[in-house]
Nanobody
């Protein structure tokens, strides 16, 4: 079972930047897509960004133009610029592999991002 490990979260002032990383336990792990989600207490987890193997990118409207997802074999990154109070959340890395008709989800443990003055 592939494990995903996130890093890069922390405390940042409004307008600041952070870069989240997610590394798979297998160097050759190359899922159909990588995604980043976030969740705040009392709310559902929401997808922030996604990138597929064919280079299709998708962003949550509120982060469009500020966040950039990228991928490499075995890892994904989320570059976050212009952070706002509303971006405070636990961020989770997600990967989905597809084999035939079976899709498998992988999740990281989450990393806290706090935007505060």
């Amino acid at each position: 079972q592939v494990q995903l490990v996130e890093s890069g979260g922390g405390l940042v002032q409004p307008g600041g930047s952070l870069r989240l990383s997610c590394v798979a336990s297998e160097d050759s792990f190359n899922p159909y897509y990588w995604a980043w989600y976030r969740q705040v207490p009392g709310k559902e987890r929401e997808q922030v960004a996604r990138v597929t193997t064919v280079g299709y990118f998708e962003y949550l409207d509120s982060v469009q133009g500020r966040f950039t997802i990228s991928r490499n074999v075995g890892k994904t990154f989320l570059q976050m610029e212009g952070l706002q109070f509303e971006d405070t959340a636990v961020y989770y890395c997600n990967a989905v592999t597809v084999s035939g008709t079976t899709a498998t989800d992988y999740w990281g443990q989450g990393t806290q991002v706090t935007v505060s003055a």
